[in-house]
């Protein structure tokens, strides 16, 4: 039997997107998320097996966006080029959706291959960007970590209304890149193309 509504799962995920985007995390009910859809409560369950199903799905939504701002910034660029590309895409999503960006922190359950087939894909993303510096493959995940934990705790700072002195807080973010980077060419020089 098809889905009265014109409902289907993309529709249930775009409008806990919206919730959670404006009113948070904790605002995403099944009562809250039926009622955006003009629907009762129990029809949701065609769709997904309640609210923990429900996160699960749009932490995979979520990261599954966040890969693609990150692959299109990456996209032609190489080096300190694609890191201050993505760091910028990465705030830019972190911004445009603070509830999507928060689930997508959720850590998955140790059996959850959707959520870390889509986990190892942004690392892989962000390894082979970092093959153009000089560094120990071991050393990847480190530097990998290093830059997460930098755009996080900015994006983090930044949605809890951290940053209270009134000074351009993208020129804070470029000048917290630029240092990663100094510090990266530091330790790991740029190879010669």
Known sequence: MA??????????????TEIIDTNGLEELTLASLAQKLDIRSPSLYNHFDGLHDIRRLLSIYGLEQLLSALMRAAVGRSGDEAIREMAKAYISFARAHPGLYEVTLIAPAYNDDDLHKVGQEIVDLVTQVLEAYQMEKSDTIHIARA???????????????????????????????????????IRYPQRSE
Do not use: V
């Open 147 to 185: 830059l997460r934990s930098h755009l996080h705790g900015f994006a983090s700072l930044e949605q809890r209304g951290g940053f209270g002195m009134p000074i351009d807080l993208d020129e804070s973010f470029m000048h917290m890149i630029d240092t990663f980077l100094a510090g990266l060419h």
């Open 3 to 16: 889905p009265r509504n014109g409902i289907n799962l993309h529709k249930i995920l775009l409008a806990a």
